[in-house]
């Protein structure tokens, strides 16, 4: 088969991601399982189904068998006990009920974003021209709830942080009786103004953005209480006790760190103890965990959380069971976990997220820090104490409702989807995502003394002392997530399609990564950049050791986002070790990427400065010896195209030569066809050439 026809599986699946059963909403009773899934594994189109009875059902988004070939549908959510559904397709809201029945479409204003029906199903809340409105079911009585008073205002939207960093990404939420909501204001007009243009069409206007860079203005994000029949009451978010207000003016750097105030929304909900709201201070250092009256907006402190480097809250939390027990983030010992009272989850474990509750039942996945490639599905009840409801190898999550559990599963053989009710399977939701043309065959590694844990691909074509096999790290090793698991994702294949073309590819999970405790992740504090690159090259020293047919005179490097910061920083600062690299839409320079995440890890830049020109790139282009390929999206707003053209620029100022490729009308993710696949054989042609890879021993087999 030829070289090209992964890459065009890999585009046309969207990799490998349609035709996946996703975001799954169970009914409080367990009888109903919403999700999203496509109708095939290379149909773009979402559409929403409901299991029931052991039985798969389409409610909306178009009959399976329909040629258009629009989006689908882009959000879903349901009232309380699952019977109306409030959906988008291309901007337009549509309604359908779960008891039968054609879905129905809802004249509205203006395009519709997050709609979501009241817990009785009478109502519908929407946002649209960054205006709140709520119209009723029957698509009566369309009102607004609160109006922009301001350009920059918004009344129901996430502000990026929230979004891009945070992981938040609602901005109310209905009370449980359905009278009233708890609404986010964001004001960015203090945010910087960022301007992305389109160079291929240069007749259209450049797209404004508000982005908060590293050591600038954050959105302002306030609460308020809304009323269904009108009033309006603002919650009094508070100030931590001690600490100096900034002053007046424009005040520098150590004032805006060190003011008490609480910059972030971290999560917010009601449940029927009334709003619960998590917020944290700019240093991230802090976290109040407060509930607020309906009536008159006071607050109430619940829990506070200090670090002297950064508390970080799991998705999911906090949460209160039905008597009103607190399920709030913590730490025990070197562990992230959580508290459910005054009960810790098990010692040894890092609560990744928590699941939600059914009556006293928690549920909860975390993984066992002295096996990072496993994430478990967890509950814990009094009386029954923790329980462990996953067994196979691979990562786990959950939705769950009444007696219902549904098991999302990713192992070495793909996704499956597990309904479990009274703790006995009842059935399967089915995967219909595509097999990939080429088979993932990982080889597990501990290596060196940090015992890192990485994989190791090798041609299957490929016979022990044959044959030297130029090296390709493949890796992410950033913060943000783990890619060496127990689970067959899109990555594992692309990894596998390299190493068929003739390379080693070798994928290391380091220090600063999550699964092994506060420790591990801190290791970045300061230097986002030295302790990563080190277990890179400790990595791949310690695989050649143990498998001698790794060439280390011909070793390249890849990455997409921070794994191409990170392949870029690797033949800058150590072309004695990499020959080759690719960067794709790398954050050259950690100053203009956004304050909560960089924050984190390097503090504000106006008093680290030094964290900051140690973790970029831009003065050591002149270190470039090695052939580097710049890739990046040209619409990418979240790691804008400037890091790249700023380092093309600094590396021809330098007199460097290094190639350039950019993806005009491209994001931050790359997944279209026409131009996911060609990026990987471009990438190939590049790697090729660099390290002039020999097909040794018998003829590879390349699909």
């Known amino acids: 088969m030829e070289t090209t026809a992964f890459p065009r599986q890999f585009a046309r699946t969207r990799r490998f991601s349609l035709g996946a059963p996703q975001r799954f909403t169970v009914s409080p009773d367990g009888d109903r399982v919403l999700f999203l899934r496509s109708a095939s594994g290379s149909d773009p189109r979402a559409l929403l189904w409901l299991y029931e009875h052991g039985t798969e059902r389409l409610l909306a988004g178009g009959t399976a068998d329909a040629e258009e070939k629009g989006a689908g549908i882009g959000a879903y959510a349901a009232d309380r006990d699952a019977r109306l559904v409030a959906y988008t397709v291309d901007g337009a ?101 960022w301007y992305l243009g389109d160079p291929s069409d240069p007749a259209a206007p450049p797209r404004a953005i508000r982005y908060p860079a590293a050591g600038t203005a954050n959105a302002e994000t306030s609460l308020h209480i809304l009323g269904l029949t009108g009033g309006r009451t603002p919650v009094r978010l508070p100030r931590q006790a001690s600490g100096t207000p900034a002053g007046p003016g424009s005040p520098g750097p150590d004032a805006v760190w060190r003011d008490p105030a609480f910059d972030y929304v971290v999560a917010a909900d009601w449940d029927a103890f009334g709003p619960l709201i998590s917020l944290q201070t700019r240093d991230q250092r802090t976290v109040w965990v407060v ?39 913590g730490v025990r010992g070197d562990d992230p976990t959580l508290w459910i009272g005054d009960t810790p989850a098990p010692a040894g474990t890092e609560v990744r997220a928590a699941l939600g509750t059914v009556g006293e039942r928690v549920f909860f996945e975390a993984t066992a820090v002295d096996e ?42 793909g996704q499956t989807v597990t309904v479990v009710r009274g703790g006995t399977e009842t059935g399967r939701i089915e995967v219909l995502t595509e097999e990939p043309l080429v088979t993932p065959r990982p080889v597990p590694l501990v290596l060196g003394d940090r015992r890192l844990r990485a994989q190791l691909h090798l041609p299957s074509w490929h016979e022990p002392g044959a044959g030297r096999l130029p090296v390709l790290l493949s890796p992410y090793a950033g913060p943000a997530m783990q890619v060496v698991t127990e ?34 992740q801190r290791a970045i504090a300061g230097d986002r ?42 033949v800058l600062h150590r072309p004695d070790v990499f020959h080759a690299a690719v960067a794709g839409a790398p954050p050259t320079d950690r100053r203009m990427y956004d304050t909560y995440w960089e924050e984190r890890f ?102």
Not at 301 to 320: E, N, S
């Open 93 to 193: 809201l549509e309604l359908v009920r779960t008891d039968g029945g054609a879905p129905w479409r809802v004249p509205t204003p203006g395009p519709v974003t997050d709609p979501r029906p009241s817990p009785d199903g009478d109502h519908v809340a929407y946002v649209t021209g960054g205006a709140l409105r709520v119209v009723r079911a029957d698509g009566s009585d369309d009102r607004p709830l609160a109006v922009p008073e301001a350009p920059d205002v918004t009344y129901g939207l996430p502000d990026h942080v929230a979004v891009e960093s945070i992981g938040r990404t609602r901005a109310f939420w209905w009370s449980p009786d359905g009278t009233a909501l708890l609404v986010a204001r964001v004001d960015t007009s203090k945010v910087r103004r």
């Open 291 to 329: 509930g607020a009256d309906p009536t008159t907006g006071e607050v109430g402190l619940l829990a506070q959380r200090t670090d002297p480097y950064w508390v970080a809250v799991p998705c999911g939390a906090p949460l209160r069971t039905a008597s009103g027990t607190p399920v709030l983030p």
């Open 372 to 413: 990072p490639t496993e994430t478990h599905v967890w509950s814990y009840a009094p009386g029954r104490g923790f329980e462990r409801l996953t067994s196979a190898p691979g990562v786990h999550t959950a939705a769950v409702g009444g007696d219902t559990v549904v098991l999302d599963s990713r192992t070495p053989d």
């Open 487 to 520: 689970a067959r994702a899109w990555h594992t294949a692309v990894r596998q399609w390299f190493a068929e073309q003739g390379f080693a590819v070798l994928v290391t999970d380091g220090r600063g990564t999550p699964g092994r405790g506060l420790e591990w």
């Open 529 to 570: 950049l030295t302790p990563v690159l080190t277990d890179q090259i400790d990595a791949l020293h310690a695989a050649a050791a143990h498998h001698p047919d790794l060439d280390l005179d011909r070793v390249a490097i890849r990455g997409w986002s921070f794994s191409g910061y990170l392949a870029a920083a690797a």
């Open 602 to 703: 390097l503090g504000h830049p106006g008093i680290t400065p030094e964290a900051y020109e140690r973790s970029s790139l831009l003065s050591h282009a002149h270190r470039l010896t090695r052939p580097l390929l710049l890739v990046h999206g040209l619409a990418d707003d979240n790691v804008v195209p400037a890091h790249t053209l700023r380092l093309s620029a600094a590396l021809l100022a330098a007199g460097r030569p290094h190639t350039v490729l950019p993806l005009p009308g491209t994001g931050h993710l790359v997944a279209r066809p026409g131009v996911a696949d060609t990026l990987l054989l471009r990438e190939l042609d590049f790697l090729g050439k660099a390290l002039a890879p020999e097909r040794s021993g018998a003829a590879p087999r390349t699909p």
